[in-house]
C-alpha cells in the first residue's frame, strides 16, 4: 500500500460545479495535511492545510480531514477553468524520521 | 520577495559528467529537501537537511550528493549522472521541521541525461 494515495485522474469537471480531490493515507499517526496546486511546468504552491478533523475553508477551497477512516479531501467550488491544475496530496507521516510524502496527484480540468 | 532559487531551469548532459545543481533560500530557513517528480510518481524525496552540516537521505539518495556548509545553500550533486537520473527536480524550504509548516518550492530544474 502506498503511503500516500490519489486517484490520478484525468477528472473533468463544468465550469461551475464542484471539484471533488480524494486521499488516503496509510499512517494513522500522521498530524498535518496539504493541499498542493501545480500548474504545468510549474512548481507546487499550498493551497490549504489542515490538522484536525472536520472542514476548514478558504474561499472557494474546502478540505475536509477525517483520521478515522484516514482520508483527506479537496472541493473546490464554482470551478474555473483557471483551476485546472494538478492538485498534489501530502501528508506529515511520523513513522520513523519525519517526513511530507506527496502522492502521485489528481489531474484536474475544468471544462467552460 | 521571499523565494527558493534554483539553478539552472535547464540542463542537458551526457552520461558520467559530474554535475550540480544549486538552491538557495533567502527565508533564513532550517529545513530544506530535494524531490525528484516523474509521471506517475508524483514528488520523491531525494535528500533532506534539518540545519547546516545535517543532512539525510529521503527515499530515493541512490546516485546524488548533497550539503549544508551555509543555512541559504542546498546543492545537489550528481558524481556520474546516468540517463535514470533524467527527472523534473525541485529544491524546497521551510521554517522548520515540525511537519507542520508550508514548504515553498523553487522553479524546478529539468534535467536530461543522454
Known amino acids: 500500500q502506498k503511503e500516500v494515495e490519489q486517484n490520478s485522474g484525468p477528472l473533468s469537471v463544468p465550469e461551475g460545479a464542484i471539484a471533488s480531490l480524494n486521499c488516503t493515507y496509510s499512517d494513522r499517526g500522521s498530524q498535518s495535511f496539504f493541499w498542493y496546486r501545480q500548474y504545468s511546468g510549474k512548481s507546487p504552491e499550498l493551497i490549504m492545510s489542515i490538522y484536525s478533523n472536520g472542514d476548514k475553508e478558504d474561499g472557494r477551497f474546502t478540505a475536509q480531514l477525517n483520521k478515522a477512516s484516514q482520508y483527506v479531501s479537496l472541493l473546490i467550488r464554482d470551478s474555473q477553468p483557471s483551476d485546472s491544475a494538478t492538485y498534489l496530496c501530502a501528508v506529515n507521516l511520523r513513522t520513523g524520521a519525519q517526513k511530507l510524502v506527496f502522492g502521485q496527484g489528481t489531474r484536474l480540468t475544468i471544462n467552460p | 520577495e521571499a523565494q527558493v532559487t534554483q539553478n539552472p531551469r535547464y540542463l542537458i548532459t551526457v552520461t558520467g559528467k559530474k554535475l550540480t545543481v544549486t538552491c538557495s533560500q533567502n527565508?533564513?530557513?532550517?529545513?530544506m529537501s530535494w524531490y525528484r517528480q516523474d509521471p506517475g510518481l508524483g514528488l520523491r524525496q531525494i535528500y533532506y537537511s534539518m540545519n547546516v552540516e545535517v543532512t539525510d537521505k529521503g527515499d530515493v539518495p541512490e546516485g546524488y550528493k548533497v550539503s549544508r556548509k551555509e543555512k541559504r545553500n542546498f546543492p545537489l550533486i550528481l558524481e556520474s549522472p546516468s540517463p535514470n537520473q533524467t527527472s523534473l527536480y525541485f529544491c524546497a524550504s521551510s521554517l522548520a521541521w515540525q511537519g507542520s509548516t508550508e514548504a515553498f518550492f523553487g522553479q524546478g530544474t529539468r534535467l536530461t541525461v543522454v
Open positions: 527565508m533564513n530557513h532550517e529545513y
